[in-house]
């Protein structure tokens, strides 16, 4: 079993930051791609950002030059910087990893989920 802890969340005011933050923890032999989702009321869940074990990176265009994602691969974390926050980022975000435990067996790991919230 891998799990994921997330945290970082809050209520920021428009023009804003945040960092979010997600630990994986477990059986965990190695970590492939790494990413952030989010879904807000009455939408359907989207991907933010990604980022593999290399380090390439995959953005939502709406996120482009505002979201920063990256990874610690000796802690197992992965993180989204959030600058320039809008009341449209609003949604509680979703941290997801997937890789391999010891077992050789692949995972596919979803967060419990950390509220953001942009308004003034």
């Known amino acids: 079993q891998v799990q994921l802890v997330e945290s970082g969340g809050g209520l920021v005011q428009p023009g804003g930051s945040l960092r979010l933050s997600c630990a994986a923890s477990g059986s965990i032999l190695s970590i492939n791609a790494m990413g952030w989702y989010r879904q807000a009321p009455g939408k359907e869940r989207e991907l933010v950002a990604a980022?593999?074990?290399?380090?390439?990176?995959n953005y939502a265009d709406s996120v482009k030059g505002r979201f920063t994602i990256s990874r610690d691969n000796a802690k197992d974390k992965v993180y989204l910087r959030m600058n320039s926050l809008t009341p449209e980022d609003t949604a509680v975000y979703y941290c997801n990893v997937e890789g391999y435990e010891h077992t050789y067996r692949f995972f596919n790991s979803w967060g419990q989920g950390t509220q953001v919230t942009v308004s003034s």
């Open positions: 980022i593999t074990s290399g380090g390439s990176t």
